[in-house]
């Protein structure tokens, strides 16, 4: 399996793309399959959950290819709705196949979805909220059978605003009857950009980014083309890798007023950060500010998927830090492999308490999931000496050769096989 090499200690300098957002495109693909027709996806990251959302859809019988940023789909081709097991447990996102698979066929089988270990992931407030919409649900022998005759509009009242729950009904309820309400809904940016890609293709959404979004069923919906919105926690990553080298960078192509939570958060450290629409500039200081308390919450909160992140670079700050994770309950599987590189850090459930250090070692770490292995890579990108990032696939699930892009800034990063 694939490891980075990084050697410490050099400040990042330059400019770097952001490439387009994963948890944006994942939903827009699975969305296609609402309606019949050709589309093109662009700006799609190349990513392992990409490939897997592809290798998925084939699987149901959809055409497609991608090309650089570019997917091609043709649904015209839906043979299936029915997504084999081995599938389903490799990504979560595949759960966003139910909503729109039901109300293009009135069907589904799915299996329990797998996805990054960082916790509890229900999907509870996915089959209540389809449930209202007019559909049965059936467990047997570990799989998932939904069924539906005709969905219904119907007002939602969401326990929490889920982001793939809120996705999940918005797409089923483009083809139900009458009206859906969705109270509660989460109001992250992605969202958005799946309430633009639906109403290009003639549904009748109101109110994404807002806790209500309202859905007017509509008979049919076509096939468009789309262009995905920026990766915000890419850009995080990398401010935070610009500030966690004390080096100057410069983000193009990014959204920055989808992430002013954590440009704010980084600013308290000392982080210099001034921006265009669609570009940052991020010059890093040290020493490093530690910041009172962070709380991660859904949008517009801080994200739980900059917090790995958050905390190796506040593992280097003067003084101490608090982090409290309140989305998901065990997303602290980086922690330990920090604290061989170093770091003193300790937590209590739902918080950690980071007691800045002068110095990071570099060290073979592992990444346990997604945002924890861009964590390691920060912290090998500030330590001492050499660090070595086992299981690089997490990685690659959410960054598209991340090396590269460090490599561009001057980082020294290489990929061993
Ligand atoms: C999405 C993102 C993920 C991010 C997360 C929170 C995608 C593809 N992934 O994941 O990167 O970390 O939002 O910002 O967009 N929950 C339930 N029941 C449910 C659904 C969720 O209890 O039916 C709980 C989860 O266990 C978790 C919390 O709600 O504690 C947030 O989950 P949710 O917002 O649904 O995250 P995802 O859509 O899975």
């Known amino acids: 399996m694939d490891t980075l090499v990084i050697q410490g200690g050099i400040p990042l300098e330059g400019k770097v793309r952001v490439h387009g957002s994963k948890n944006a495109a994942l939903p827009i693909l699975a969305a296609a399959v609402l309606a019949e027709g050709e589309y093109l996806i662009d700006r799609v990251p190349e990513l392992l959950d990409i ?43 595949s759960i966003f196949l139910m909503g729109p698979l039901l109300a293009r066929t009135g069907e589904v089988m799915v299996s329990r979805p797998g996805g990054c270990d960082i916790g509890t992931r229900r999907i ?25 005759k005709k969905l219904q509009g119907a007002k939602i009242v969401l326990d929490y605003p889920s982001v793939g729950a809120t996705e999940n009904i918005m797409m089923a309820a483009t083809l139900a009857k009458g009206i859906t309400r969705i ?85 308290r450290t000392g982080v210099e950060i001034t921006g265009t629409e669609s570009s940052l500039q991020v010059v890093g200081h040290h020493p490093i500010l530690s910041l009172d308390k962070i709380t991660t919450s859904p949008h517009p909160g801080f994200p739980t998927d900059m917090q790995p992140q958050m905390m190796a670079y506040l593992s280097l700050a003067q003084g101490t830090s608090i982090i409290t994770e309140t989305v998901f309950d065990g997303r602290f599987r980086h922690v ?36 924890a292995g861009a964590a390691l890579v920060l912290a090998g990108l500030a330590a001492e000496g050499c660090t070595v990032v086992e299981n690089v696939h997490h990685i690659d699930r959410g960054y598209d050769h991340i090396e590269r892009m460090i490599q561009s800034l001057g980082g020294e990063i290489v990929r061993r096989k």
Not at 69 to 90: A, C, F, R, W
Not at 124 to 148: C, K, S, V
Not at 186 to 192: D, G, S, T
Not at 352 to 366: H, K
């Open 183 to 267: 109270i509660n809904a989460a109001r992250e940016p992605e969202i958005q950009d799946l309430q633009s890609f639906l109403n290009a293709m003639g549904a009748r959404i109101a109110g994404a980014g807002s806790h209500m979004i309202e859905i007017e069923g509509v008979d049919r919906l076509h096939a468009v083309s789309h262009e995905v919105i920026p990766d915000r926690i890419v850009a995080g990553t990398l401010i935070a890798a610009a500030a966690i080298t004390g080096g100057r960078v410069t983000l193009e192509e990014v959204q920055p007023d989808h992430m002013e939570s954590v440009i704010e958060a980084f600013k």
């Open 51 to 93: 490939v897997v959302m592809r290798t998925i859809l084939q699987t149901l019988g959809v055409r497609t290819k991608q090309e650089g940023g570019k997917v091609y789909l043709d649904t015209g081709t839906l043979t299936s709705n029915e997504i084999p097991e081995h599938l389903m447990s490799q990504m979560r996102s």
């Open 124 to 148: 509870d407030l996915h089959m209540e909220g389809l449930a209202r919409l007019g559909i049965q649900f059936e467990e047997r022998e570990g799989n998932i059978y939904g069924r539906t």
């Open 336 to 371: 330990d492999e920090l604290m061989r590189m170093g770091a003193k850090i300790y937590t209590d459930y739902h918080t950690a308490i980071i007691r800045g250090v002068r110095r990071l070692s570099g060290t073979r770490v592992r990444a346990t999931d997604l945002r």
